[in-house]
């Protein structure tokens, strides 16, 4: 009967023959060295001189590449080869002791057990430490290190890639504790290594996300098996949990573009899509690459704003009791080298979500505020009025650098309005107040654009420092057949009026509505009527011509 101990033993001993396997190359350099040294020895004089030291070579190879057991071997080889086979002086012929080389043999031995030991030993705990670096030590389920492991493994060439995200996470965790939180989450790896096919790779990308990579039969049939088994109530600790995730999934279809972490981009994409939506499941679609072409946009804008890409056009506003011009707004354009025009409604909500919108606005205000000093040094001082974006309200450090950058243009702030929209105002309308107030202060003007678009009434409004309503252009457009269009629009006049603002009346198209609005006391107006928005090298044309 094999004992445990024997079999340790045995398995130690293939071990170091597995590892000659997958590193053949040092060990056949070994077997040449062997004969090599014994040569060199030989024709070198015998033993006696200091060449026989060389043969610690091929031992110390064999103890650090192949372990203990086949440094032990080649230590024994290579102790034959300089003991009984190797002449004391090869001129006399003279034969060695036997105790001589019995006590060679027990050092060579001795030093092949020792490095091929201690390597050994060395590349164990190696392997352990990658082990624990590979795993999530809380859930005990692989993360991202271990990717590299799947890579080297992987067995076919097309893959379902679904995320995970266990969206009820953080109420599992205030109520029951992490620890059953990560109880759950090692059981629902467990569930899907048994229910999902061999070969399938369950990583835990981020406390709440897993990252599964299935070989590939149907993508909608891979994914329902996966809901299936992670809908199945857990019981953790005799608590039966249910767990709330949307999924995400996308395919790979080649071994270059299945070890690729970029898969995993589009199946997260998806996945958040899913999670927005309140939608189980959602499978990489024509949503996941609009969504990753407006990244690479994004990407791209940082780039654009300092060269000619993009640039400023200005939309006249005209004063409607004197059909004169009243003023400019300031409004983007990007044209993009690849893409063409992009409509800032496209790429402004984009930039909104990072922070690159600061570095956005101040390039805005900056080349307004050139072109509004370009006016004034034509003889026409006119307000240039520019976009404000929520996130540059609640930036703490807006209304310093907007200072700046006003001051530094020289033009005098009663040229300067801003616009914003209500729903901007309402995310915060306590510190939105206190920063409109400021800049009002300094003499600049607020305009609420999109007025109507939102909820608030006016009298709501009033709250805040505003000098101008910008009544939005879907009442305007719909005015004519739309009989309630004009008895709102009618309305938010007289009362704005009441109230002490001005009113201004966007998107006028055409005569009639001009017409119109004119008899409504309305005080100013923008639109295509008057003029499109005109790039600034025509600004000074169309003035002289309706001045
Ligand atoms: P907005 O501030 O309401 O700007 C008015 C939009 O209506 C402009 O579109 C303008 O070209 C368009 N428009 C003017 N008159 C007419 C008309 O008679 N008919 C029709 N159909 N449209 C008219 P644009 O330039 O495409 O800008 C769209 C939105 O993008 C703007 O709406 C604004 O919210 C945003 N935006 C544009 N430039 C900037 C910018 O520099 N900064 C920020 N934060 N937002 C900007
Ligand atoms: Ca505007
Ligand atoms: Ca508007």
């Keep these: 009967m094999k004992t445990n101990k024997d079999r340790k033993n045995l398995k130690f001993i293939i071990d170091d023959w597995i590892a000659i396997k997958k590193n053949p190359y040092i060990f056949f350099l070994i077997i040449i060295l062997l004969p090599l040294i014994y040569f060199l020895v ?30 032990m071997g080649i230590a024994f080889i290579a102790a ?20 001589n080389w019995l006590y060679r043999m027990l050092i060579f031995i ?38 590299k492991k799947v890579y080297e493994s992987l067995d076919f060439s097309t ?186 409604d496209v790429f402004v909500p984009l930039i909104e979500e990072t922070k690159l919108i600061h570095v956005f606005t101040d390039w805005v205000l900056k080349n307004a505020l050139i072109k509004c000093k370009d006016m004034m040094e034509q003889s026409f001082n006119l307000p240039i009025s520019i976009n404000i974006s929520a996130k540059n309200l609640y930036d703490p450090k807006f209304y310093e650098r907007s200072m700046n950058i006003i001051t530094e243009s020289k033009v005098p702030t009663h040229l300067i309005e801003f616009e914003l929209t209500e729903s901007t105002l309402m995310i915060n309308p306590n510190e939105s107040r206190k920063v409109l107030q400021s800049f009002v202060d300094q003499g600049i003007k607020i305009s609420l654009d999109d007025f109507g678009s939102g909820y608030s009434s006016l009298a709501y409004l009033t709250q805040f420092p505003i000098h101008f309503i910008k009544i939005d252009r879907f009442f305007i457009q719909n005015i004519m057949n739309d009989p309630s269009m004009l008895t709102i629009v009618d309305s938010t006049i007289q009362l704005s009026k009441d109230l002490g603002y001005k009113v201004v009346v966007e998107g006028v198209e055409t005569k009639e509505i001009a017409d119109l609005i004119a008899t409504k006391g309305c005080d100013y107006a923008q639109g295509y009527y008057y003029a499109k928005p005109m790039p600034a090298k025509e600004i000074s044309a169309w003035y002289n011509l309706n001045k």
């Design 159 to 344: 893959y379902s890639i679904i995320t995970v995200l266990i969206n009820n996470h953080h109420s599992i965790i205030d109520i029951l504790g992490v620890t059953i939180y990560h109880n759950l989450v090692h059981q629902i790896y467990v569930d899907l290594k048994s229910g999902l096919p061999d070969k399938s790779y369950i990583i835990q990308s981020d406390s709440n996300k897993l990252w599964i990579m299935s070989p590939l039969k149907e993508l909608e049939t891979d994914v329902k098996r996966v809901i299936t088994i992670i809908s199945d109530t857990k019981q953790i600790k005799g608590i039966p949990l249910y767990v709330d995730f949307s999924i995400g999934a996308s395919t790979c279809h080649s071994f270059g573009e299945c070890k690729n972490m970029s898969v995993f981009e589009d199946s997260d994409v998806s996945a958040r899509y899913a999670q927005i939506n309140n939608l189980l499941y959602v499978i990489g679609d024509k949503e996941k690459y609009r969504r990753r072409s407006e990244y690479d946009l994004l990407a791209s804008f940082n780039e654009a704003l300092s060269s000619k890409e993009t640039f400023l056009v200005f939309q006249p506003k005209i004063d409607l009791h004197t059909q004169k011009p009243f003023g400019f707004e300031a409004l983007t354009r990007w044209i993009h080298p690849t893409r063409g025009s992009i409509p800032p």
């Design 42 to 71: 030989y024709s070198t004089g015998g033993i006696k001189f200091v060449y026989s030291h060389t043969m610690y070579i091929p031992i110390i190879l064999a103890g650090i590449f192949y372990g203990p057991y086949i440094g």
């Design 110 to 147: 001795i030093v092949g057990f020792i490095i091929g030991y201690a390597s050994k030993r060395l590349r164990k705990d190696a392997l352990h430490i990658e082990n624990l670096m590979s795993m999530n030590q809380e859930t005990f389920v692989p993360n991202t290190n271990y990717l």
């Design 80 to 99: 034959i080869l300089l003991g009984p086979l190797m002449p004391i002086d090869t001129i006399t012929n003279e034969i060695q002791d036997p105790i």
